[in-house]
């Protein structure tokens, strides 16, 4: 089919946009990828990379079986064949292309599902995101595990909407690998869930809808329950044992006592459950629409535990619940709302009666943030983030119960359950997890935020196309002067700078200090001489860029997960067969070995050591520090080396 000459202009012009959008981004993530030593996990995406390109299969230094992340560590393998196995740009380039290709690749799966502003603003914060650019950077799995889940879930709605067989395999593919990036691959399920509740309607489908469910959930079962965890879990048997074979934890506490404390919050969460079904049917009984049992259900389950968690004072949760049944179940009239009045009346009197009372017995902050708890608000590590940008996003989930142009509005609902189901079911299964762990709902947060300036936009543009360009413009110039923290032209320059030592982007590097673990361990390698000892407290990073043996600094209780001991009873690290450097070893450790014993301290460790090292090799390590001038600090400042002389008996 032909197009217009107006069709020609707009296609023209979508093009030029894509490519400057498109060469931004590739200048903000490829420049001077490989200026600066590993940090963080890199090395353990590496180090499997390493062992398949040199022809070993995918395994750890120590021979664990690695499968986890497979599609990334053979990127990272090929990169590292053509480029050399020992330089960190083999194992950033494959995550740094995918960055760059996630550009255009959003805007074009995105188009048809908003308008082009919409998608045009939302990839446009993606470019100059320094949180993007910093994690594309990386030599990790989280920029590829983001592009298959955005590409995955776009599609899916594509498909579901229009039922294009053509795409089914495209979509199975991209599940697959989503899957096979990261366990988080299953939170796939909540774009059919989403779609069901939101456009449930269309009864044809919902066979390949809930076919697509279970394919996720069988392929995420077999692959990382049935292979990735079995072949860590079952390894150390081959070669060993596990450090708690045999030991049991015998629980304290009574059963009864708990329950005791919890029984009156228990009864008000059952009043709590009839409110919310007497709210559920009266909202379904209001809307006059034929709406399908799905939606009906969607809809009903939430009013459900959006009042059980109010009545049993999990606020948070109330209020997840409550803004997710705003989605599936919008308020489009007063008269709507006035039917559900006496379900309504009842829980907001004892709402607020909760609310009244939790605030009189509360004593403290700390008190008070037990009630926001659970699901573990993750919320707060975007809002620490970027303000602007949440203020944007739940002002964009508001906007979308509103009637406007209905087919943008639908997708940006679903979009808003999938953003918000992502980062509440990661609450419920994971306490204090990183930023990164985020990042799959990183783009439909990006879209939802950019609804509301789109409708702005097209207010404008709806009183003169003027005005719309003008307004268009300055929507742009805002995001990139700063108006949206860490989405401007500065932030992205200072994370593509990014060096060694402090740093005020902790939520999005994961450490407040950049390591400079090369310099360290390149200092120990060319100064270690004969039967010195290295003593490390990070045992992947210093084995990467030396490759002998070290003593580990771990507590080998809380850390026992990732030791293993050998046939000689010797208690190692599953990764790279450090020896562990147990708390009852560590005050004689200079009194067994001749020579010197080295000991590299890590930036990234400082200021958690309380939950790395046991009392003991933390009394220890301070000592050293404390007695002895380090003969050597690294270019962060912080992490250094000390030679401390051993003096074995005779």
């Known amino acids: 089919m032909l197009l217009s000459g ?14 400057v959008l498109t060469l931004a981004a590739a200048h903000l993530r490829l420049s001077d990828l490989g200026a600066l030593g590993f940090y963080g996990d890199e090395e353990t995406t590496a180090f499997p990379a390493k062992s398949l390109a040199e022809g070993h299969g995918l395994s750890m230094p120590s021979g664990l079986p690695y499968f986890r992340a497979i599609p990334q560590t053979i990127l990272n393998a090929l990169s590292a064949s053509l480029i050399g196995t020992e330089e960190e740009l083999s194992y950033r380039l494959p995550a740094s292309l995918i960055g760059v ?14 308008p082009p502003f919409l998608a045009i603003t939302a990839a446009l914060l993606l470019v100059f995101s320094d949180w993007h650019i910093i994690t594309s950077r990386e030599a990790r799995m989280y920029t590829p595990f983001m592009l298959c889940f955005l590409s995955t879930g776009l599609l899916f709605v594509r498909w579901a909407d229009n039922l294009d067989f053509r795409r089914i395999a495209i979509i199975a593919v991209l599940a697959a690998l989503t899957l096979l990036l990261h366990t988080l691959g299953l939170l796939l399920v909540l774009f059919p869930l989403a779609w069901l509740v939101i456009r449930g309607e269309r009864y044809s489908r919902w066979g390949h809808v809930l076919t697509f469910i279970a394919f996720v959930a069988i392929f995420y079962f077999v692959v990382n329950r049935g292979i990735i965890a079995r072949a860590f879990l079952e390894w150390p048997a081959t070669v060993g044992q596990s450090p708690s074979a045999g030991q049991s934890q015998a ?3 009574g059963i009864l006592e708990p329950i005791l404390e919890s029984f009156p919050w228990i009864v008000l969460g059952l009043l709590g459950v009839l409110l919310g079904a007497w709210l559920g049917r009266c909202l379904v009984v209001a809307d006059q629409r034929n709406r399908p049992w799905i939606v009906k259900f969607g809809a009903v389950s939430l009013s459900i535990a959006f009042a059980f968690f109010l009545l049993s004072a999990n606020f948070y949760a109330a209020g997840i619940a409550g803004i997710s049944l705003l989605l599936v179940q919008p308020v489009r009239t007063l008269g709507h709302l006035s039917r559900c009045k006496w379900p309504l009346i009842l829980l907001a009197s004892s709402g607020i ?15 008070l943030k037990d009630h926001l708890r659970f699901p573990f608000p993750y919320f707060a590590y975007f809002w620490e983030y970027s303000p602007g940008l949440m203020v944007l996003f739940w002002t964009g989930v508001v906007a979308s119960t509103f009637p406007a142009r209905r087919e943008c509005e639908l997708n940006i609902r679903i979009f808003s359950l999938v953003a918000i189901g992502t980062i509440a079911g990661l609450g419920v299964v994971s306490e204090w997890g990183g930023m990164r762990y985020l990042i799959g709902a990183y783009p439909f947060v990006l879209l939802v935020a950019g609804y509301p300036l789109y409708r702005v936009q097209a207010y404008l543009r709806d009183r003169s196309q003027l005005a719309g360009q003008l307004g268009s413009g300055v929507i742009i110039g805002c995001i990139l002067i700063g108006a949206v923290q860490g989405h401007s032209l500065q932030s992205a320059i200072e994370a593509r700078d990014i060096s060694y030592g402090p740093s005020d982007r902790a ?8 390591p400079d673990h090369k310099g360290a361990a390149q200092y120990v390698d060319q100064h270690a001489v004969g039967q010195d000892i290295v003593i490390v407290e990070d045992a992947l990073q210093q084995y990467w860029y030396t490759g002998r043996e070290l003593l580990w600094l771990s507590d080998d209780i809380a850390n026992s997960k990732f030791m293993y001991v050998d046939s000689e009873g010797v208690l190692r690290d599953v ?3 450090s020896k562990v450097l147990r708390s009852a070893e560590i005050f004689d450790v200079c009194t067994i070995h001749s020579g010197a014993a080295w000991v590299v301290t890590s930036a990234e460790s400082e200021d958690r050591r309380h939950l790395s090292l046991s009392n003991a090799q933390r009394e220890w390590l301070e000592g050293v520090m404390r007695n002895l001038e380090p003969v050597f600090v690294a270019r962060d400042k912080t992490t250094s080396v000390y030679r401390v002389p051993c003096y074995p008996p005779g």
Do not use: C, Q
């Open 101 to 114: 290709l996630t550009i255009p690749l959003f805007l074009l799966m995105s188009r048809g599902l908003v």
């Open 353 to 367: 009666a909760v609310i009244l009372y939790v605030l009189a017995t509360t004593e403290s902050v700390a008190d």
């Open 575 to 577: 990764y790279v067969n």
């Open 6 to 19: 107006a069709e020609k202009h707009r296609s023209f012009w979508a093009m030029v946009i894509m490519l």
């Open 251 to 253: 629980k304290t506490g």
């Open 507 to 514: 939520l999005t590097l994961g450490f407040d200090i950049y």
